[in-house]
């Protein structure tokens, strides 16, 4: 079952309430003139960077105190979806006010995470984590050209995707993050392996030191070990909202689902919300379920129940 059909179509709710006001109401975009700069005393740079894969694109605008090489003032101009506005946005604002150097040490990570409502939920939905790979990418262009020197002096991580200039550590960190198991998944995520493929496993046309397949076995082991370490145990509330949907999954797999069907039914899980202290999850009856009477009685409290024994406490089953 695909994850559109298991949050039902709320894509919006994966969105942090941040990116929702940037994209609406970006604070930084615009330009900064020769003059402009001049008159601050700065050393204006302008610097590209294209996705034409995905048809984004952004420029990003630095007004540089020569003397001290803060950037003073930092504008953008940006080409593309809503997400790409929002991290091109909050990228110029993690710029302002730091050194040239101070900037280069920003990554697409602390971009996606300067964006996040709270801290351990992402803020854009999977399909858009790209978007942020961006911002990484233009401001070594900026303090390469500001500096004169070529832009691989500042790469300082392992870049696993060359195409989608996609580092080790933002690899293992979405990983980690959204609970990723698929090379599907990883693609969705960050756009890596996406193109010419040949980050995903050896035997493509550039060798690689570690590749995608390297990566997800090498969080298998790591979930292993948390899972055989003592009081390594995710609480329900702790989880992603995949994880949460996969612990549902995997209860009414193993407890619910067959019942269902030898009686000619189903069901699907469309959404989890938090309410408060509870968990709500919103259901579907699929075949005879749909139809039956006890659906909205019996069969909905032993659902319940059992979510609540072997999941969470706090859990409430509502059917649609």
């Not at 298991?6 to 994209?23: A, C, F, H, N, R």
């Not at 615009?30 to 952004?58: H, P, R």
């Not at 969705?188 to 995608?212: M, N, R, W």
Request: proline share 3%; net charge negative.
């Amino acid at each position: 079952m695909g994850m559109d059909s298991l949050i039902g179509g709320t894509i919006w709710d994966e969105y942090s309430q941040k990116v929702t006001d940037l994209m609406n109401n970006p604070q930084n975009m615009g330009e900064i003139t020769k003059e402009q700069a001049a008159e601050m005393g700065t050393e204006l740079i302008v610097a590209d960077f294209g996705a034409e894969s995905c048809g984004d694109a952004v420029r990003l605008y630095w007004a540089v105190d020569p003397k001290t090489d803060i950037i003073k003032e930092a504008k953008f101009k940006s080409f593309g979806c809503g997400t790409a506005i929002a991290s091109s946005d909050t990228m110029v604002e993690l710029c302002k006010g730091k050194t040239v150097d101070e900037a280069v040490k920003i990554t697409n990570i602390d971009v996606e995470k300067a964006m996040r409502d709270t801290p351990d939920v992402p803020a854009v939905p999977p399909q858009k984590m790209h978007c942020s790979v961006m911002a990484y990418d233009v401001i070594k262009k900026a303090a390469a050209q500001y500096k004169g020197v070529d832009i691989e002096s500042f790469e300082a991580e392992i870049i696993v995707c060359e195409c989608a200039r996609v580092s080790l550590s933002t690899l293992r960190e979405v990983i980690r993050l959204n609970d990723l198991t698929t090379i599907e998944q990883i693609t969705d995520y960050t756009k890596a392996g996406a193109f010419c493929k040949s980050c995903i496993k050896p035997g493509g046309h550039e060798a690689k030191d570690i590749y995608l397949v390297d990566l997800l076995a090498e969080y298998e082991k790591e979930k292993l070990a948390r899972t055989a370490a003592p009081g390594a145990n995710v609480s329900f509330a702790e989880m992603t909202v995949v994880q949460r949907l996969k612990a549902v999954e995997k209860v009414i797999d193993e407890n619910i689902r067959q019942m269902l069907v030898m009686d000619g039914g189903d069901m699907e899980i469309l959404d989890i919300k938090e309410n408060g202290a509870h968990f709500d999850i919103y259901i579907r009856y699929l075949g005879a379920c749909s139809g039956c009477a006890s659906s909205s009685t019996g069969t909905l409290f032993a659902i319940e129940n059992i979510l609540k024994e072997k999941v969470d406490e706090n859990i409430r089953v509502l059917p649609i």
